[in-house]
């Protein structure tokens, strides 16, 4: 009966620490950070925040955004995206553009840098067995394979398209990939925080 339950609190610890990782990529999303940048002799401020795709038909996984803001010496303001999406490895390669929908209107921006990777990851399976003399032993039973495709973007947002997020309540971020149509909706939070992106100066 000891054993039984020492099993099941090693399990509930275990998934509590996988939950934990699973999240850590998100523990700074929806803060923005400042810093001088004197390379460049510009101020820079960064939001980076985070979506999970809860749809199963869709091959998106996961996706983030960091939206960096420049004020140089002149006082010009540059804003730059870097979007990352998390795909399932059977995905086809997303199409060289992202799209910008604000209340219907279709906004196209030229994509600066494209980058793709496949991430292969194998796993143990185990399984425990209970001995002669009482005592667990680890089995290795199989393995499991992880693959998915990661994609890079980076791209300017023009100011005239960042006076339209500013002025709307919501937007969403559109990538195509071979037959799936991927639609990113940011939340409000994140709406809220890209808005105190734009005021910050």
Request: aromatic residues 10%; contains cysteine; glycine residues 2%.
């Amino acid at each position: 009966m000891k054993e039984s339950f020492r099993a099941i609190y090693a399990y509930g610890i275990l998934f509590i620490i996988m939950i934990s990782f699973s999240f850590q990529g998100c523990s700074t999303s929806n803060r923005i950070f400042s810093e001088n940048d004197i390379v460049n002799s510009a101020k820079r401020l960064e939001l980076k925040y985070c979506i999970r795709d809860r749809d199963r038909r869709s091959p998106l996984l996961y996706f983030t955004q960091s939206i960096v803001k420049e004020i140089n010496a002149r006082n010009e303001i540059s804003y730059t995206a870097y979007d990352v999406l998390s795909l399932s490895a059977s995905s086809f390669t997303p199409d060289e553009k992202a799209i910008i929908i604000i209340d219907n209107e279709v906004y196209t921006t030229v994509i600066d840098k494209m980058e793709l990777d496949n991430i292969r990851n194998i796993s143990e399976n185990t399984t425990n067995i209970l001995t002669s003399d009482s005592t667990n032993l680890s089995v290795v039973t199989g393995y499991s394979e992880n693959n998915r495709k990661i994609v890079r973007f980076s791209y300017k947002i023009p100011l005239s398209t960042i006076s339209k997020i500013k002025d709307s309540d919501q937007f969403s971020l559109r990538y195509y990939c071979g037959p799936s149509m991927l639609t990113i909706k940011p939340k409000r939070k994140s709406i809220k925080k890209i808005k105190q992106l734009i005021d910050n100066t």
